[in-house]
């Protein structure tokens, strides 16, 4: 049976006025061209409501978008802040919630593993290229390459099998401080963490960059097979009992 993925969705406001609930197609063609069923989860205001959702599913990506609210980590907003609409924002920390009771696999792109370093008590660089030392990273609509140096005791490494790897990067945000309980799984040479995993719980990696852009890359492929692995074995615990 093909897992079923849940996949976060954007909201925000069209240039008409009016609000709307949408999704990349890459991410969809990402899951489907792998054998996964995705479903967009659209932006719930209460818990209750992810419930029925989540009864279905087999793990969650979480995926990109506009930035956090930088008062989440006690800052005020950089003038190159572009703030993810404020229902988006809250359904990302209730659905991250729902799903961590659930053990459900999780997968993080972008926003995803920004969201995962806050919801732990993390920070963010605001504007990572304004900060002495730090490499250029890239930003939405600007895409550049960099390496990335891998942790060899993290589940990257273990399915990579390299020390190092480079990345597309296209992001102006960045974590700043780790959040509490996660493995800093790739690093960029200006310390900049690219991926982390959730130390103590079944399946969680989240990365910087942006696979789903680049569906036919060894890299790309390796990681979407390793978190719907996880998706069909929690599928199967659940049917066992």
């Known amino acids: ?41 659209c932006p719930a205001k209460n818990p209750d409501q992810l419930d029925a959702a989540l009864d279905h599913l087999d793990g969650i990506l979480f995926t990109g978008g506009l930035d956090l609210d930088p008062s989440l980590w006690q800052e005020k907003p950089h003038p190159k802040t572009k703030l993810l609409h404020a229902r ?22 972008c ?21 002495p030392g730090k490499i250029d990273h890239g930003q939405e609509g600007r895409s550049t390459e ?4 891998l942790d060899r005791g993290s589940r990257l490494f273990s399915l990579l099998k390299t020390d190092n790897l480079t990345v597309a990067s296209c992001h102006h945000q960045g974590i700043n401080r780790l959040g509490n309980g996660l493995l800093a799984a790739a690093v960029a ?25 680049y569906p036919d890359s060894p890299i790309s492929r390796t990681i979407l097979e390793a978190f719907l692995s996880a998706a069909k074995s929690f599928r199967t615990k659940v049917l066992q009992n």
């Open 1 to 41: 049976m093909a897992p079923c993925i849940g996949v976060s969705m954007n909201y925000n406001l069209t240039d008409e006025g009016p609000e709307r609930a949408y999704l990349n197609g890459e991410y969809l063609d990402f899951l489907l061209d792998s054998g996964a069923l995705p479903f967009p989860i």
């Open 88 to 109: 988006r924002q809250q359904f990302e920390f209730m659905l991250y919630e729902a799903v961590q009771k659930r053990r459900l696999p999780i997968m993080g792109i």
């Open 111 to 131: 926003l995803g593993i920004q969201m995962i370093n806050v919801a732990h008590g993390g920070s963010l660089y605001q504007h990572v290229s304004e900060f």
């Open 146 to 149: 960099h390496k990335v140096t």
């Open 189 to 213: 040479d200006d310390g900049v963490v690219e991926a982390v995993e959730r130390v103590e719980y079944p399946f969680l990696m989240a990365v910087q960059w942006h696979p789903e852009r």
